[in-house]
């Protein structure tokens, strides 16, 4: 697309694609340098397809480190497709730069890709401009007919999360000087923060059980549980003593209102938070020992709309925190 | 995703998309409200995917009108996918936006709507966040085995251009004071900047022949065909006379740089360039007849590398004018 002012032009946005993201790729008809690519879906297999903008100064720092941004800006896709118990196979990436700084470049889509090639995916097309940096990735991948749905949570299932919560949330609090973490805390939280690990395999495997609804917490165990409740139209209690905390918060735990927050309200660990029939919790178990990713139940899915978080006296806490919500501030 | 300076939030991002972008989706197995949508590819299909992002002051002025923008917005994705002969029928949009303007946004989606119904695509997910604003689609189509690929020119083959060139990049230079334009040519060639009409129904027909390689004119003729020998390893010759300018160039031509320029470098047409052998000239013809868009025939493709273009008096014109590319400004 033209400019609003067309000026003489060297052929670089070309040249970008060519030297910074333009790879073979496996499981493609055609991929990037035409006008679309061409993509061949499993025989049988349904796509499973979403898209995640980031933007500078809102979810990352302008100055963030370019490797860790391109690892996160491919990781809070496949977490998407994590929570839908899908293959990740595809994606496509569009730019919007400030400049061309090819530093900066190189870096980012080395972190974009050592993560894509973990997970066999292929980069096949995109776009690059100028403007303020923003980054923007459509993932697509494949699943059959048990995806993982926010609206399949049935009363009386188990609420399970996967790893701990609030490292990311601690360490964004950190990096806004609301608290001073000790070295090995502040590293621990930090990569929490900037290199989340997407639940791929977690999800995959439990998208073999017969019945599971998922989200990835991505703005916070109560705004993200929430969406299961309303798209399943149930409601929830959670014990706040059973939701698995990062080793950080421990020892703030009980009683910090910041450490309740980031366990709570904390988004970007990007773990995923799932219900599933109680009968199927030796199931469960072993789907998250295969993944090698650990799991805890939290609570359990009720008639009562609403989610309530109930403390260690037995009370039902009143809670102010909620998830994070783009437009809010 | 959390923002970087975490606040106490409402639950506005889901209530925008609840209000402006969650329509009943057809031919879609899930639709906008999960981690992902699920679609299912025809048998026998294959998927082409393609991205495009419009920045604000880039490729629109900030005050642009929002009902025109959502138009471009889906407009430029779908003549992807009309240069690779596929059929559109799934959307996902990203949106970064500055405020939330409900007005804005109520005409914005109707732009997008009105246009994404003329052609059944389906919006079936996205994000909103708060940046500069910054409009990402990524649109999903079908295709068979005989894509319209920018690698599959041969020697030999006739160059044909749909529709004519040049009135979009006029209505730029009127916009930015290059030129006045009277207000009929200035109404039309805004039109053609602001509402380009994606060649869907010529790049499917053109698919049904037996060799089309294709392009979609968003950069400028120059430029975009000069993709096509790229991606072909093959030259061309062109005739300037035998290109269609837009009536509002007709004034112009012969002899003014401006007018040479709309037409041989001039972007945001969104016509088809293509390459077919001279015997399927008939098929090309009743393509375009049945898609009701004219074509004309522009040049031939040659074994010389590079893209010779011919003047009125048989001598090869020296061109100063590319496309546009966008960082070399």
């Known amino acids: 697309m033209t400019a609003l002012l067309a000026e003489p032009a060297m052929p670089s946005e070309f040249d970008l694609i060519q030297r910074f993201f333009t790879r073979p790729a496996a499981n493609t008809v055609l991929g990037v340098g035409d006008d679309a690519a061409l993509l061949q879906v499993s025989p049988g297999k349904m796509l499973a397809v979403s898209s995640d903008m ?14 860790l941004l391109g690892h996160k ?24 730069l400030p400049e061309v700084n090819e530093t900066w470049l190189a870096a980012f ?10 997970f066999a995916v292929s980069l096949v097309g995109g776009d690059t401009t100028r403007g303020p940096l923003n980054l923007c990735v459509t993932i697509l991948g494949e699943t059959d007919a048990r995806a993982l749905r926010r609206d399949a949570a049935l009363v009386g299932d188990d609420i399970w999360v996967s790893g701990d919560l609030g490292g990311a949330a601690l360490g964004l609090a950190h990096l806004t000087g609301e608290i001073t973490l000790n070295a ?3 590293a621990a939280c930090l990569t929490r923060l900037h290199q989340p690990e997407p639940r791929v395999a977690l999800g995959l495997a439990l998208a073999q059980l017969p019945r599971v609804a998922a989200i990835d917490i991505s703005d916070g165990l109560l705004a993200d549980l929430g969406h299961i409740l309303e798209r399943s139209s149930v409601g929830a209690e959670i014990e706040l003593i059973a939701v698995p905390a990062h080793s950080a918060l ?14 709570l309200a904390g988004g970007d660990d990007y773990e995923l938070c799932f219900c599933a029939p109680v009968e199927d919790a030796p199931s469960v178990l072993a789907a998250a020992a295969a993944a090698g990713v650990a799991v805890h139940r939290i609570g359990r899915i009720g008639s009562n709309l609403g989610l309530r978080v109930i403390g260690q006296d037995g009370q039902q806490l009143q809670i102010q925190e909620r998830g994070f919500d783009h437009f809010a501030n």
Chains 1, 2 share one sequence.
């Open 54 to 67: 980031l933007v500078a100064g809102r979810h990352f720092l302008p100055d963030a480190d370019p490797y």
């Open 73 to 96: 800006t491919l990781a809070v896709n496949l977490s998407d497709l994590a929570a839908m118990g899908a293959k990740p196979r595809w994606a496509t990436l569009a730019l919007a």
């Open 109 to 118: 889509s080395r972190g974009f890709f050592d993560l894509a090639d973990r």
């Open 184 to 186: 090995v805390a502040a």
């Open 250 to 263: 421990h020892s703030l735990l009980p009683g910090s209102v910041l450490a309740r927050r980031c366990l």
